[in-house]
């Protein structure tokens, strides 16, 4: 990712959210997450309404989570070059195969598009631009 896209500030947006989603989990408040920029998918998964339901779901998959450092920053080349994905190592209470958080976030409004724990790190989308 060009070090213009791959800034401590977006970073530390990225992980913030993260934080402040789980924080709000650990203490059941499934009130809307606020604060951010979201795109209308991202707002629909997060909204009041089901937020219950994703913190219960991510509670009884995962257990307590605790974010890490930055993995990687990797620019999307395929389909667009829209967005980039910041990549945090995580550790679960409840589940060791999950090593990783993905959190994508548009270039041009630093809008959070991509949420998820996974096992590797970025799949075979996210590559490294060839100069």
């Known amino acids: 990712m ?22 709000k989990c650990e203490k059941k408040d499934y009130s809307e ?3 951010f920029n979201m795109d ?11 937020n219950k339901t994703v913190c219960e779901s991510f509670e009884k998959k995962y257990g307590k989570l605790e974010i890490g450092s930055l ?6 080349v395929y389909p667009s070059d829209f967005y980039d994905l910041f990549v945090f190592n995580v550790k679960t209470e409840k589940n060791d195969s999950v ?16 949420f998820y724990l996974s096992k590797t790190p970025y799949n075979k989308w ?3 631009k060839k100069k």
């Open 33 to 35: 997450i606020t604060g």
């Open 126 to 128: 996210y590559k490294r």
């Open 99 to 114: 090593k990783y958080l993905r959190i994508g976030m548009t270039r041009d409004k630093d809008y959070i598009n991509t």
């Open 71 to 76: 993995y990687a920053a990797k620019t999307n």
């Open 40 to 50: 209308i998918n991202m707002k629909n998964y997060f909204s009041q309404e089901r």
């Open 2 to 23: 060009p070090a213009k896209n791959n800034t401590q500030a977006r970073q530390t947006l990225a992980k913030n959210f993260a934080e402040n989603f789980f924080s």
